[in-house]
């Protein structure tokens, strides 16, 4: 069973930075796809950052430049570096796993099979 339980979320003002991790188990990350998803209230949920077993990011438009994703396999774990946040980058993040190593879809949803509890972020203005 995959289990992936989320981390590092909270409260930060406009232009600061948070690290999101994602601690993964029953599941190796360096050879799923792996993603950071957000839902803000009222919103579809969208994606952020993927990565691929090749270890290959694939970034949404509106985080590309800002957020860094990586893995590290010894701790098999998924992280999200935030740098620069702003207001809209305020809402629930969420990591997720892919049956598959790749994905020509790395950012869809309909990717993955495996998701996170999730973690709150809120950034203020």
């Known amino acids: 069973q995959v289990q992936l339980v989320e981390s590092g979320g909270g409260s930060v003002q406009a232009g600061g930075s948070l690290r999101l991790s994602c601690a993964a188990s029953?599941?190796?990350?360096?050879?799923?796809?792996m993603a950071w998803f957000r839902q803000a209230p009222g919103k579809e949920r969208e994606g952020g950052a993927a990565i691929d077993n090749s270890g290959t990011p694939t970034y949404a438009d509106s985080v590309k430049g800002r957020f860094i994703i990586s893995q590290d396999n010894a701790k098999n774990t998924l992280y999200l570096q935030m740098n620069s946040l702003k207001p809209e980058d305020a809402a629930m993040y969420y990591c997720?796993?892919?049956?598959?190593?790749?994905?020509?879809?790395?950012?869809?949803?309909?990717?993955?099979?495996?998701w996170g509890q999730g973690t709150q972020v809120t950034v203020s203005s």
């Open positions: 029953g599941a190796t990350v360096t050879r799923s796809c």
């Open positions: 997720s796993a892919a049956r598959s190593g790749m994905s020509s879809m790395p950012l869809s949803k309909y990717e993955y099979s495996y």
